[in-house]
């Protein structure tokens, strides 16, 4: 066995509790094979749920850590670790806890996952300088229809459909836990990060509407025919602008484009 098929088995050996490299490690007076192999099978799935853990603790509080250290070994072993940053393990444990359980109390910790997900990316996003409404004074008025804005890259969307914020909020501010993760209606938020810290809040429906329509890079046009089918036929163009003051002032808009 070559080195590279000796780290493979290694690998799979870590991974996936393959025996293929047992056969070429030696036992020693004191420790057989098993046990030293098992040394390492430990150490990686520890220090994969420790990381894991800074980025998920409203998760791992609200599972309690036993089940969240299953789970998250359970996920390495289904998606192990293919960046060379720990930091990007567990982007995907939300979709796991989706597919691997049922019921709403799931369907609230896949939304909880995500959501601290999102506060993680947010803060961790690349620093773009923040635009405020003097930008807009060089634009003319036969380009506003054509005018497009950038948005941060620490700006995330997330429609929710359980009480996974308020969970989160308990376990953040080591307050009383909601009684139940099902909620009347869905919640739309948005999350972004401002210097070194991290905001959110939630969206009407219209709003959520019209900064997604933003984030497709969609015309101010299109912004305003998608605002007037909700609920502001006669006066788009103000919501828009109003809207648009907001997004400044929150520090979501950082560049501009006209196409004319």
């Known amino acids: 066995m070559n080195l590279a098929q000796l780290q493979q088995a290694f690998q799979e050996r870590v991974l996936h509790g393959s025996t293929v490299i047992d056969t070429v490690i030696q036992n020693t007076a004191s420790v057989d094979v098993k046990t030293r192999l098992g040394i390492y099978e430990f150490a990686f799935g520890a220090r994969l749920i420790e990381a894991v853990a800074k980025t998920y603790p409203a998760l791992q509080a609200v599972m309690g850590e036993q089940k969240f250290a299953r789970l998250i070994r359970e996920y390495a072993y289904h998606k192990p670790p293919s960046h060379f940053s720990i930091r990007h393990f567990g982007d995907d444990l939300s979709s796991f806890i989706a597919e691997k359980m049922k019921g709403i109390r799931a369907t609230g910790l896949s939304e909880l996952a995500h959501w601290e997900w999102l506060l993680a990316t947010a803060f961790d996003a690349a620093d773009v300088a923040s635009l405020t409404r003097d930008a807009l004074a060089s634009i003319e008025p036969d380009q506003w229809p054509q005018l497009r804005f950038k948005l941060s890259p620490s700006f995330h969307r997330i429609t929710l459909h359980t009480n996974a914020v308020p969970w ?30 991290t905001y959110f809040r939630s969206l009407k429906t219209d709003e959520a509407q019209a900064v997604d329509c933003v984030a497709r890079g969609d015309s101010f046009a299109t912004l305003c025919e998608v605002l007037a089918e909700y609920g502001h036929a006669d006066n788009a163009p103000l919501r828009a602008a109003t809207l648009l003051s907001q997004w400044f002032n929150d520090g979501w ?8």
């Open 168 to 197: 989160w909020k308990a376990v953040s501010d080591a307050s009383q836990r909601p009684t139940r993760w099902r909620m009347i209606r869905k919640v739309e938020w948005a999350i972004w990060r401002s210097e070194l810290k």
């Open 253 to 260: 808009i950082v560049g501009l484009n006209s196409f004319i």
